[in-house]
């Protein structure tokens, strides 16, 4: 499996923009990006995905490299709600309704300060 | 419209017993995947089930199993439990038609 490399942690001040860094330099053609995150003594939540082009949705927006190597996941105004370990994972195109698993790293833990 | 419900919430168990965990998906999802998470690590895949099969497993020893039912609900079951089982056991469910997994809040499971 591909797999993603990103900090270990990051801080941000609250209002202000979080750009959370991901790459993937063995990513193959069809592997989408998709990311999670999972706010303190909760089970992960989607936060969006994408495959070539960048995605806005109304959690945060996904800025993906031209080459695909890498991908940025951009909270445009940082809430303490915000503070949460940010996972970045590259799902394999499913060949069929059954096949479907996320792998999971350590993810960056965001720490926002207000 | 209730998200991804999970049953216990905590458990404690003594090592060598096996444990039953539940989880009911959200509403209208038909696709069930189990994880593990260790304390400070990501959440590790387990199984998916889908149309009451077992579609995909991880690097997990047949000590683990599972089941789904006709409501779509399903259970993990865990036989002669290590120490290193102790985990907050996670549920996810899908459409099989979307790619967003829900997950739920989990079950704290202690082996002692």
């Known amino acids: 499996d591909a797999k993603t490399t990103q900090p270990n942690s990051m801080e941000s001040n609250e209002e202000e923009p979080v750009h959370l860094p991901c790459n993937h330099s063995t990513i193959s053609g069809t592997d989408y990006i998709h990311w999670y995150r999972q706010l303190p003594s909760q089970g992960p939540e989607y936060v969006i995905h994408?495959?070539?082009s960048n995605v806005n949705n109304r959690m945060a927006s996904l800025a993906i490299a031209e080459d695909r190597k890498s991908s940025t996941l951009i909270l445009h105004r940082a809430t303490l709600r915000d503070a949460a370990v940010y996972y970045c994972i590259l799902r394999p195109l499913s060949s069929g309704a059954g096949s479907y698993q996320l792998t999971f790293g350590k993810g960056t833990k965001l720490s926002v300060i207000p | 419209d209730a998200g991804v419900t999970q049953s216990p919430t905590h458990l404690i168990k003594t090592r060598g017993q096996q444990v039953t965990l539940r989880c009911s998906p959200k509403s209208g999802h038909d696709t069930v995947s189990w994880y593990q998470q260790a304390l400070g690590q990501g959440p590790q895949f387990i199984f998916q089930?889908?149309?009451?099969?077992?579609?995909q497993r991880g690097n997990f020893p047949d000590r683990f199993s599972g089941h789904q039912f006709p409501n779509y609900s399903s259970e993990l079951n865990v036989n002669a439990l290590l120490l290193g089982d102790s985990a907050l056991y996670l549920c996810a469910s899908r459409d099989s038609s979307s790619y967003e997994q829900y997950f739920g809040p989990g079950t704290r499971l202690t082996v002692t």
């Open positions: 994408g495959l070539t």
């Open positions: 089930y889908y149309e009451e099969e077992e579609r």
